[in-house]
């Protein structure tokens, strides 16, 4: 998944997020398979565990089964058609979740190999905070970071000064 391009900056912001509001005690439930940051939680002392693959489009059942009291969602949203159906099905009082945020300079991200590895929404923050509310969440901290290469050009620059990903600790109204 992250050959050659292991994305330190972005794993350190999100567990520095992540450990300002859950504690170790409290039990995550990872959407998504089991990846390199949900050894990095695990190694952080977090209990986790993740769903298995199926589609969350269609078939909830582990989000709506899992004993947890926290769900994560690190740059999962933007790969389903519905995240509305995804986010009101949680059980959990507690969200932690990322989005890789639109980019004005760029068109959403679809890879031409791997058919999962596309973006159907590519959010602005007010539109996640929009959806947020409406499935029955409060943002009570939110968090915005760059994600700058080493490449040259007009793209990589704005990648300096423009926002790439935002991160929302909320609770359930």
Request: hydrophobic residues 40%; without cysteine.
């Amino acid at each position: 998944m992250y050959e050659n391009t292991f994305p330190n900056k972005r794993f350190k912001h999100t567990i520095q997020f992540l450990k300002k509001h859950i504690s170790n005690s409290e039990t995550i439930l990872d959407l998504g398979v089991e990846n390199p940051f949900s050894e990095i939680m695990k190694a952080h002392g977090y209990s986790v565990i993740n769903t298995k693959g199926e589609d969350l489009d269609v078939d909830v059942s582990t989000i709506e089964n899992a004993p947890t009291d926290v769900v994560t969602a690190f740059e999962i949203f933007e790969h389903l058609l519905s995240p509305f159906t995804v986010l009101k099905s949680i059980k959990s009082n507690k969200l932690v979740a990322s989005v890789p945020l639109k980019l004005w300079f760029s068109s959403a991200y679809r890879s031409k190999t791997d058919m999962l590895d596309r973006h159907y929404h590519e959010f602005e923050d007010w539109q996640f905070d929009w959806l947020l509310e409406k499935t029955g969440w409060k943002i009570i901290d939110s968090q915005k970071w760059t994600n700058p290469t080493k490449k040259f050009g007009i793209r990589p620059i704005l990648r300096w000064f423009t926002p790439r990903y935002y991160i929302v600790y909320a609770e359930r109204v």
